[in-house]
T-cell receptor, first 114, second 111 residues
Framework: EAGVAQSPRYKIIEKRQSVAFWCNPISGHATLYWYQQILGQGPKLLIQFQNNGVVDDSQLPKDRFSAERLKGVDSTLKIQPAKLEDSAVYLC????????????FGPGTRLTVL | EDKVVQSPLSLVVHEGDTVTLNCSYEVTNFRSLLWYKQEKKAPTFLFMLTSSGIEKKSGRLSSILDKKELFSILNITATQTGDSAVYLCAGGNSGNTPLVFGKGTRLSVIA
């Protein structure tokens, strides 16, 4: 069974530029999560989707971050414009559905903002 | 506010040692406690615990949950250098709210 796919694996941009990350969850998983993990911290949820609907985006900085999952399968997360403090690893995870706590993570994207 | 606290934050042991990692939680409508191993970037799933006192085991790793005292431990016996990683603990609840992660314990196993 293929795992969660993410791209790119690494990205370096300058502040005020924009960047987009892509995630393809495990086939059949209805719930998709985007996390931000700053060095030395646990993952912090940015947004949670159930199919193509948003379940929780309370911690998403909506002035600069946006995410979509239009067809209920793959998802993109965008930052525009980026700030220095956005440097982190961005993890995508999926689970079977909302009643399942076990989440499976992708390899992550390491973003460096200069 | 829900929270998960892990201790110690970091640990250095020699190969062959046994280690115990701790996780305490305060999660409203608690449903499950999960352990992940994070090497480099992607956390990989280890265990999910939902019932008190029932040990889950996988090779040299084992974990148990105490729902009365609100904590879990992860044991690793006969540690190997490949066990070096950050171990994350997360609490899940019965609503649609997301997992709450701790900061992790960084384990370093030296030869």
């Amino acid at each position: 069974e293929a795992g969660v796919a993410q791209s790119p694996r690494y990205k370096i941009i300058e502040k005020r530029q924009s960047v987009a990350f892509w995630c393809n969850p495990i086939s059949g998983h209805a719930t998709l999560y985007w996390y931000q993990q700053i060095l030395g911290q646990g993952p912090k949820l940015l947004i949670q989707f159930q199919n193509n609907g948003v379940v929780d985006d309370s911690q998403l900085p909506k002035d600069r971050f946006s995410a979509e999952r239009l067809k209920g399968v793959d998802s993109t997360l965008k930052i525009q414009p980026a700030k220095l403090e956005d440097s982190a690893v961005y993890l995508c995870a999926s689970s079977l559905d909302l009643s399942t706590d076990t989440q499976y993570f992708g390899p992550g994207t390491r973003l460096t903002v200069l | 506010e829900d929270k998960v606290v892990q201790s110690p934050l970091s640990l250095v042991v020699h190969e062959g040692d046994t280690v115990t990692l701790n996780c305490s939680y305060e999660v409203t409508n608690f449903r499950s406690l999960l352990w992940y191993k994070q090497e480099k970037k992607a956390p990989t799933f280890l265990f999910m615990l939902t019932s008190s006192g029932i040990e889950k085991k996988s090779g040299r790793l084992s974990s148990i949950l105490d729902k009365k005292e609100l904590f879990s431990i992860l044991n690793i016996t006969a540690t190997q250098t490949g066990d070096s990683a950050v171990y994350l603990c997360a609490g899940g609840n019965s609503g649609n709210t997301p997992l709450v992660f701790g900061k992790g314990t960084r384990l370093s196993v030296i030869a």
